[in-house]
């Protein structure tokens, strides 16, 4: 196991807009909140029985939905998405993230842009290997909401796709920091840190009192 500090501004913000979702219709997290329930207590679609017992139907399908021709085009979704604010944010197998108009599926911006290189790693060990496969969160950094996520990135490290985190201004898109190399992929798939062909990172513990947050590293192939 591996620590890295980060600013107790992001792991503090984290805390807050996550607890208070229980408030809204949001779903800004894996597992909804930060203590994973899965549940939404609150008003919201599917917390209606009346609404949750008639026939469902699709009311869009992205990209078929997106508005604008995509470059590159999208593949598997195996991330699992977050909502917010009307806007669903998504990794995709392609190696771009997704901002998505939740009312109609209507394309806002990904990142990175069509012109630079897609987040992806060299080796792949299965489907979850591909592109961006980690879930994303809200929070709030420096006074902006900002979608956080881990994905390789090939510009670091020994450029076979080492593991960081990356923070967005959901808003449009742009970068607010990108962490160091987290999750560090050498020679033959190796990870320094687990061994790992695979990796995911997760914030998975906040200790306010030592101003500290952890980041564990887990695999698809233990």
């Known amino acids: 196991m591996t620590k890295h500090r980060f600013p107790i501004s992001l792991l503090v913000g984290a805390w807050i807009t996550l607890s208070l979702s229980g408030c809204s219709?949001?779903?800004?997290?894996?597992?909804?909140?930060?203590?994973?329930?899965?549940?939404?207590?609150?008003?919201?679609?599917?917390?209606?029985?009346?609404?949750?017992?008639?026939?469902?139907?699709?009311?869009?399908?992205?990209?078929?939905?997106?508005?604008?021709?995509?470059?590159?085009?999208?593949?598997?979704?195996?991330?699992?998405?977050?909502?917010?604010?009307?806007?669903?944010?998504i990794g995709n197998s392609n190696g771009y993230f997704y901002a998505i108009d939740a009312s109609n599926g209507h394309f806002k911006w990904q990142y990175p842009l069509s012109t630079q290189p897609a987040l992806t790693q060299t080796w792949l060990s299965n489907p979850s290997s591909e592109g961006i496969a980690s879930s994303a969160f809200i929070t709030n950094i420096g006074g902006k909401d900002a979608v956080v996520f881990g994905a390789p990135d090939r510009s670091i490290g020994t450029g076979q796709g080492s593991g960081r985190l990356f923070a967005l201004d959901i808003s449009n898109g742009t970068e607010i920091w990108k962490s160091p190399e987290i999750a560090a992929l050498r020679s033959g798939g190796r990870q320094t840190e687990r061994r790992k062909h695979r990796r995911r990172v997760q914030l998975f513990q906040h200790r306010p009192a030592s101003r500290r947050g952890c980041l564990g590293l887990a695999g698809r192939l233990d």
Do not use: C, E
């Open 25 to 89: 219709a949001d779903w800004p997290a894996f597992r909804h909140n930060i203590l994973r329930t899965g549940a939404q207590l609150n008003s919201g679609p599917l917390t209606y029985p009346a609404k949750v017992s008639q026939p469902w139907t699709t009311g869009w399908t992205f990209p078929a939905s997106a508005g604008v021709t995509l470059n590159p085009m999208p593949g598997a979704f195996r991330a699992g998405p977050v909502v917010y604010k009307g806007v669903v944010y």
